[in-house]
């Protein structure tokens, strides 16, 4: 797959299908990207479960965190990964090594690793690089508009009216 850009359709398809993330690298620091992705990603429904060992059995954005990704008490359908492209094909080994495999593994903005990406779309994992879920989510929802911010995104939805924030949403659950 060409990782140099990716359809709305893609991104769309990967944040309407999984329903639960660990975020590898997440951080109890509330100044931190990896600290408000995960609270974003909380509060917009989807389970989402930190990974940090030096946090671990703590909690993170009103989250539990784990040491690894082995000590998940369940599995997920995506793994976000917040660490150095250096880091990736070592998360990369520990991913494959889930049991059963996530659906996507996705790569924060500014990782990215070739190699490792070859070898989860060999398991038939989606894979993308260079991306934040958040700003995706919000680009695609039209939220990211509200701040003037062009999403490319044209919709005449009203938003929909729900606790946390409020979004037009791009998942219906």
Known sequence: ?????YDNAYISGILNSVRSIA???????????SFFVTKYLLDKGYEVFPVNPGQAGKEIAGAVAYASLA?????VDMVDIFRASSAVPGITDEILAMDPLPKVVWMQLAIRDDASAARLE?????VVMNRC???EYARLSGEIG????????????????RQG????GIRQR
């Open 1 to 5: 797959m060409n990782h140099d850009s």
């Open 23 to 33: 975020v590898v690298g997440a951080s109890a620091n509330d100044v931190r990207p």
């Open 71 to 75: 000590d998940l008490p369940k599995p």
């Open 122 to 126: 060999e398991k038939r994992i989606q």
């Open 133 to 135: 879920p958040k700003i």
């Open 146 to 161: 509200w701040n003037g911010v062009n999403s490319r995104t044209i919709s005449s939805k009203k938003p929909v009216m």
């Open 165 to 168: 924030f409020q979004s037009f």
